[in-house]
């Protein structure tokens, strides 16, 4: 089944403590995106990546990092999250181009208290 | 600034009635258009999508948009409502190297 899967489901940690949301594309997808969602402020693009070992900045990036080393996963990085990253996270993938569309995967609600 | 907007950020309509969410889209060229749909708990969804040609375009579990240029918009409808509808639903659009989501209208089903 073609899917963008993200682990883990759901994430509750501490201040400052780095933390990996993993993200695997098995539709030989170039394009790849994360995005956060918050109430009232709909999905805010993080970082995206065009193809493997490019990665851009998207319109939230400040405190992510990504790495695209391999075409199928591009991981989200919090190198030390704060409070105000409390969110619930979306990867997404596209052929080509954004402008087919994305599928996206099942979302990763992280707390961090 | 390219935007998308959906003035309703929550409608309610009873099981078997007609529904109709609005989308409306800033300034530009032909744009390409998405509808997505989030169940609780779930991911986003492509509902369907709109590049060039017909206006009318169909989508999946029953849905329709129309694309009307002299009104900006994109309007998502669909002609009977299911209570498995209920779920939150995003417009979208690409243009220019950019994509840019609405921040959602949701839909809730009376039985």
């Known amino acids: 089944e073609a899917q963008v899967t993200q682990n883990p489901r759901y994430l509750i940690t501490v201040t400052g403590k780095k933390l990996t949301v993993t993200c695997s594309q098995n539709?030989?997808?170039?394009?790849m995106s994360w995005y956060r969602q918050d109430p009232g402020l709909g999905l805010r693009q993080i970082y995206y990546s065009m193809n493997v070992e490019v990665t851009d900045k998207g319109d939230v990036p400040e405190g992510y990092k990504v790495s695209r080393k391999e075409k199928r996963n591009f991981p989200l990085i919090l190198e030390s999250p704060s409070p105000n990253q409390t969110s619930l996270y979306f990867c997404a993938s596209s052929s080509g181009t954004e402008r087919y569309g994305y599928t996206f995967g099942s979302g990763t609600r992280l707390t961090v208290v | 600034a390219q935007s998308v907007t959906q003035p309703d950020i929550h409608i309610t309509v009873s099981e078997g009635a007609s529904l109709e969410l609005r989308c409306n889209y800033s300034y530009g060229a032909t744009p390409y258009l998405f509808w997505y749909v989030q169940s609780p708990g779930q991911g986003l969804q492509l509902l369907l999508k709109y590049f060039s040609g017909d206006t009318l375009v169909q989508g999946i579990k029953g849905f329709e948009a129309e694309f009307k240029r002299s009104q900006s918009s994109f309007n998502l409808r669909k002609p009977s409502v299911h209570w498995s509808d209920a779920a939150e639903y995003f417009c979208?659009?690409?243009?220019?190297?950019?994509?840019?989501f609405g921040s959602g209208t949701k839909l809730n089903v009376k039985p």
């Open positions: 539709m030989n997808h170039e394009y």
């Open positions: 979208a659009r690409y243009n220019f190297n950019k994509f840019y």
